[in-house]
């Protein structure tokens, strides 16, 4: 139908007075000037719990963490590229089951749902002070539970130790005279109160989610081998509250991976 058409059957219908209404209310009507406010965000606050990856960040074995390559030059190429060469589990990193069992899922087929939920945050900085292999004990989880409530299902439970503060020194690997690292991880033990909790993930500030003496890695095996996702070198921790917070993890979607490193946040 034309447009004189249109304008002729509603000039019939209503009118001049009519016209002049209907042409009133349409401009009082918000245009896209006048759009609605966005509903505000749930959360306040996104938090960063991702240490920035450069080649001097402290690894595992003590090797440089990652090699950048300059590919193309902006001057020369009219792009910059660089290339980026890295072992799987450094910087602010994931473990998937397959990295401590024979037919676990890997990176790629953890289950998106289970990236985004609830953040508990277990804080052992004193006792991770004066004992440098502290490991996280049930006790430890059940104390937290009397303050802050039952931790819920689906959640991913962290171990706020403080190491964070020590990734640009020494201190991070924590090497005795003896030649082994020491720094703070979960106790096997933790891992069966954990499952029966429902939790699906846990992280820790420090390079290992076992600590730093073991010579097993039994959390490793017990956690990851019930199918569940670890995150190691969090940071930030200090700046999310015990309970309340979402994680949204963003391990990475590569086939066959048995981790890697992604960037984690915090919406508080």
């Not at 720094?183 to 390079?207: E, H, I, K, M, Q």
């Amino acid at each position: 139908m034309c447009d004189a058409c249109v304008m002729g059957t509603v000039a019939a219908r209503l009118g001049r007075r009519g016209i002049v209404a209907a042409l009133a209310a349409a401009a009082a009507l918000p245009g896209p000037a006048q759009a609605a406010a966005p509903r505000t965000s749930w959360f306040s606050r996104v938090v960063d719990l991702t240490h920035t990856l450069r080649p001097d960040f402290p690894t595992y074995f003590g090797t440089p963490a990652m090699t950048v390559e300059p590919v193309a030059a902006m001057a020369r190429d009219g792009f910059n590229m660089n290339r980026l060469s890295y072992a799987e589990h450094v910087g602010t990193h994931f473990d998937a089951p397959l990295h401590f069992s024979a037919n676990g899922a890997s990176v790629d087929m953890i289950p998106v749902a289970q990236l985004v939920c609830p953040l508990v945050v277990v804080d052992v900085r004193a006792r991770a002070a004066a004992e440098a292999d502290y490991q996280l004990r049930p006790e430890d989880i059940l104390a937290h539970e009397r303050a802050q409530g039952r931790i819920p299902a689906g959640a991913c439970v962290a171990l706020r130790s403080g190491w964070d503060a020590h990734v640009a020194t020494p201190r991070f690997r924590n090497v005795d005279a003896a030649g082994k690292m020491r720094y703070p991880g979960f106790r096997p033990d933790v891992a069966p109160l954990l499952l029966a909790r429902g939790v699906v993930g846990v992280a820790v500030d420090t390079l290992s989610l076992d600590h730093g003496g073991s010579a097993d890695f039994a959390f490793h095996t017990a956690w990851l081998g019930a199918g569940r996702w670890g995150l190691e070198c969090a940071a930030g921790l200090g700046e999310v509250p015990a309970k309340g917070a979402t994680i949204v993890a963003g391990a990475p979607k590569v086939a066959g991976g048995t981790g890697g490193p992604g960037r984690v946040l915090a919406l508080v």
